[in-house]
Structures are given as C-alpha cells and as structure tokens.
C-alpha cells in the first residue's frame, strides 16, 4: 500500500473524540472493490505475504468499518497470530473471539502463554485475558479444558481468569 492509499485508509478509522474522515465508498472505490470485507481480506493477505505490519492494520481498519464477519478471515488470522513482525496480537484474538469457535482454540491458549516483544511492558497480561473470555464463550470441550488448564498457571492474572471464566461457565 502507498502513503496516500495507507492515508485513505486511516480516514475510516475513528480517533479520539473524532469521527471517520473517510467514508468506506471512497475507499472502496480507489481500490475498485464494492466488498468491503473482500477488500480487507485482499489487503490481509497481501501484508501478510509482504510481512507488513503497517499494512495489517490498514486491513483490519477496513474491515472494522465494513463491519465484516470474521468467519473468512479465520484460517489468516490464525496463521498470522504468532508472527512476531506485526502489532495487531490484541485486535486478533478479539476478532478470534467473535467466532466462539473450537478452531480458535489453540490459537488462544497461545495467546495466554506467549508474550509478543511489544506487550512485553504488560503486567496486566491484556492479550491473555482477552484470550481466556475469548476461551471461555466457546462452547465445546476444548475451551473448558484449556481453561482448566490455565487453572494452575503460575501467573496470578491468567489463573483468576481462567477461575472466573469456569465458574461463569458453571463448570467451577
């Protein structure tokens, strides 16, 4: 993506205490697609093969205002979730967490156990909170022991939620 197209796109975002800029029409029509969550999976995978982090949130940035389903942006998101060269770890395992599917699984229990470099500085361990709400609205066998799993854990933050998450659960 260019400056000026990466600029465009940053219009649709909305900022504190500002609205959008841009509407999704106009960027949709600079990139010739009348799908929005066509063109932001076009523009996830493109940045993913580039490695582009700047332009992985471009992507998801379009497909937030297009206010897309998550279901075919699965199998990428999962792929691209470990990748250390991008900064959208959080927005993924939200999007992930929108599915409440058993194919999410793994992906979240890694998402409590792992730390990417740029949340290093998070004693609050965000990511994997949202991970293990993310585990816990997921009605299947795999979540429940993946929580129960993270029962045990030595870190305080991931164990209380986990505790919470089964006890909401009724599985506590």
Known sequence: MTPEEQELVMGLAVGLGDGPTRTLDEVLAHFGESDGGALALRLLRDAM????????????????????????????????????????????VSMLGELHSPKTVPTLVLATRWVPEHLDFDENRALAVKAIWALGAIPSAEAREALEGLRDDENEVIRENAVKQLERRGEL
């Open 49 to 92: 093969e580039r490695q582009d982090a700047d332009d992985v949130e471009m992507a998801l940035i379009v497909h937030g205002a297009a206010d897309a389903s998550v279901e075919e942006f699965l199998e990428p998101l999962i792929e691209l979730f470990p990748a250390e060269w991008h900064r959208e770890h959080e927005d993924i």
